[in-house]
Nanobody, 123 residues
Framework: QVQLVESGGGLVQPGGSLRLSCAAS????????MRWYRQAPGEQRELVAS???????NYADFVKGRFTISRDNAKTTVYLQMNSLKPEDTAVYSC?????????????????WGQGTQVTVSS
């Protein structure tokens, strides 16, 4: 089975920075797209950023120029560097990956979610 484990959330003052990590483990053959989502209280979950296996990146307009997504394929890990944080960035951040894993019957492509990590931006 594949698991995604996030780390790096916490409390930070406005204008500060945080770096989130999400590590995948299990019988992984390869990972295609990696994404970060966030969900604030009372709001719908929204896509923050994505990165493909060929390192093409996309960002939501509300984080462009402030957040950077990257990946380490050797470690099957995705990162989200968040700079110039604002109170409105407060949310639970979750990673999401399309993972090809090895199973007894062959390989299978599935979508997996991390458990989420809280980011709070407040003075």
């Amino acid at each position: 089975q594949v698991q995604l484990v996030e780390s790096g959330g916490g409390l930070v003052q406005p204008g500060g920075s945080l770096r989130l990590s999400c590590a995948a483990s299990g019988n992984i053959v390869s990972i295609t797209n990696m994404r970060w989502y966030r969900q604030a209280p009372g709001e719908q979950r929204e896509l923050v950023a994505s990165i493909s296996s060929s390192l093409n990146t996309n960002y939501a307009d509300f984080v462009k120029g402030r957040f950077t997504i990257s990946r380490d394929n050797a470690k099957t890990t995705v990162y989200l560097q968040m700079n110039s944080l604002k109170p409105e960035d407060t949310a639970v951040y979750s990673c999401n990956m399309n993972v090809i894993s090895q199973r007894n019957s062959g390989t299978a492509l599935r979508n997996y979610w991390g458990q989420g990590t809280q980011v709070t931006v407040s003075s």
